[in-house]
């Protein structure tokens, strides 16, 4: 094609000229979640759980989102991948992360058996947005919606908050600060904005302890209407505790 002779495309992986930024070959080489995996939170069952798909975070635990999936687990690759979205400026690798979106949507029945959704990209920080001049959440969601021909909603903000990062907190400091850098715009808050379908599915890079997916959905479900909310991330972090 001219357009990617003009423009050749490198992938971010392997570096080999091709017609993606993300070749099939390392886009198929990305290890997946291992299974089997919780039907609820989308985390490995570890051997020796009495239910094989009820993961031991779960029990007991309240998340409000129905599920969540995730396409790759965390390695090198898929690590490389996220950071190159989220910290190199590299918003390009938006569309083959959104296509691996899009062939976990075909693969998770409760996604692909339901047709009335929406998208809502988790939203980021006013600071980071001006740093890195997109919401990578936003931009993975941005391409599915296309690739899904799915309706976008924009009814969360990201507060302020004083922690810099969550990649340094240990999951029970994740949820309370979760619980208060999220909130409602006011437009939604008052009712005068509806989500436009009543499944919403919240978009983000990285799902680590559950505790911005759960934050998100727990505002998404105080919504008039709103009867499922899902979680898709291209990657997932961490094992630890949700507590
Ligand atoms: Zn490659
Ligand atoms: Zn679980």
Redesign the pocket.
Known sequence: MLISWLYPRY?E??H?QGESD??P??AEGLERVPLPICLHCGSTVDGGEPDAHSCAQCRGRDFAFDFARSCCARTKQSVQLIYGLKYHRSNYLARPLAELLARLWDETPELADVKNWCLVPVPSERRHLLKRGYNQAEELARVLSSLRRLPMCFPLQRLRTKAESQTLLSAGERKRNALAAYSLCSSFASGKKRLPTPCAVIVDDVYTTGATAHACARLLKKLPGVQRVGVLTVMRAGRRKFV
């Open positions: 992938c992986l392997c080999r993300l070749c070959e390392c």
